[in-house]
């Protein structure tokens, strides 16, 4: 197990380098400038500002300067926010997307394994079809629309909830059901053929010979191996819960990293947007080798075979 960790450190590093390259070329060949004003800049101050933040020289110069910046620990300053440093602020923010984000990984998984194993267990019933029909819409339904939709019903319809904000408990319900919703379907829908796969084994059949009951069938034998393809699935669940949280932010105003990340691209402040994009890819990178990891120690053969 020891050398797969290393073996995907070690190929985790030209990803990160890469994706980070790439982020910073984008952002810089996109039309528009980060000193751009409502008044046309002067071309001798436009040039002074872009030496001061070493934005200056062809692209290949510049990816060089802000790539070395980079492996000495520095991110860099925020074009838009002035007198604020890129890990100054994606320290401040991303605490806030990775407590919603738990938030919504919790709810995903707590939500979709039973309400899979519970269909699984009645398959072929009502409450199957019921249920299958319920994770399809959930699955289907884009945060986008859930959102203000949730908003308009829940805040100024029933006035249950704040539309919006940070602070308070109740300011984190409406955002962080919302995106846990349509991953609540995918779960239910990966642990319920899952089961129903693990429920055709022959030890499986074996245990119902010698009289065991359907709920132990399911809960006690059938769901541990049941549950792996939806723990291969957590690593990239828990990746786009994160980066699906930027519509979610922007709808809840959650001062999140989502919000930063936005209002950098609209900005073109390129030290925010790679940084943000930096976090990004190391936190996917993360997710996906814990799960990978969880996947080994719950398969023999996969642990075997590492």
């Known amino acids: 197990m020891l050398s797969f960790v290393t073996r995907r450190l070690l190929s985790s590093i030209p990803v990160v380098l890469a994706v980070l390259a790439l982020c910073f070329l984008l952002v810089r060949i996109a039309p528009g400038s980060p000193f751009a004003t409502e008044r046309a800049l002067d071309p001798r101050t436009k040039a002074m500002l872009e030496e001061k933040f070493g934005l200056s020289g062809s692209l290949a110069e510049q990816l060089v300067r802000y ?11 925020s074009l838009k926010f002035r007198g604020r440093t890129v890990a100054e602020i994606i320290g401040q923010s991303l605490p806030r997307s990775l407590l919603l984000g738990s938030i919504s990984f919790s709810l995903a998984l707590g939500l979709g394994v039973p309400l899979g194993a519970w269909a699984a267990a009645h398959y072929g ?13 959930t699955l289907s339904t884009p945060t986008f629309v ?10 100024f319809g029933l006035k249950l909830l704040p539309p919006a904000g940070w602070g308070t ?14 991953f609540i379907g995918v779960c239910a829908r990966l642990t319920r053929g899952g089961l129903l796969e693990t429920l055709g084994s022959d030890f499986i059949r074996t245990a119902r010979a010698k009289g065991v009951t359907e709920t132990k069938l399911v809960y006690l034998h059938a769901l541990r191996p049941a549950v792996l393809p939806l723990v291969a699935y957590a690593g990239p669940l828990a990746a786009n819960i994160l980066t699906g949280s ?8 959650v001062p999140g990293i989502g919000q930063f990340f936005v209002n950098g691209v609209i900005n073109r402040d390129v030290f925010l947007v790679s940084g943000v994009v930096l976090v990004y890819c190391l936190l996917l990178l993360l997710f996906n080798l814990i799960a990978d990891w969880l996947t080994a120690l719950l398969d023999p053969r996969i642990r075997a075979a590492s």
């Not at 790539?67 to 000495?72: A, E, H, K």
């Not at 979610?248 to 105003?253: D, G, K, Q, R, S």
């Open 146 to 155: 859930l959102a203000p939709v949730s908003v308009l019903v829940f805040a």
């Open 125 to 137: 019933r009502k409450t199957d079809s019921f249920l299958n029909s319920v994770a399809l819409l």
């Open 67 to 77: 790539g070395g910046n980079v492996l000495r620990g520095d991110l860099g300053d």
């Open 246 to 253: 930027l519509v979610i932010e922007e709808v809840f105003a």
């Open 169 to 182: 408990l109740s300011q984190l319900v409406l955002p962080a059901i919302c995106l846990a919703i349509p």
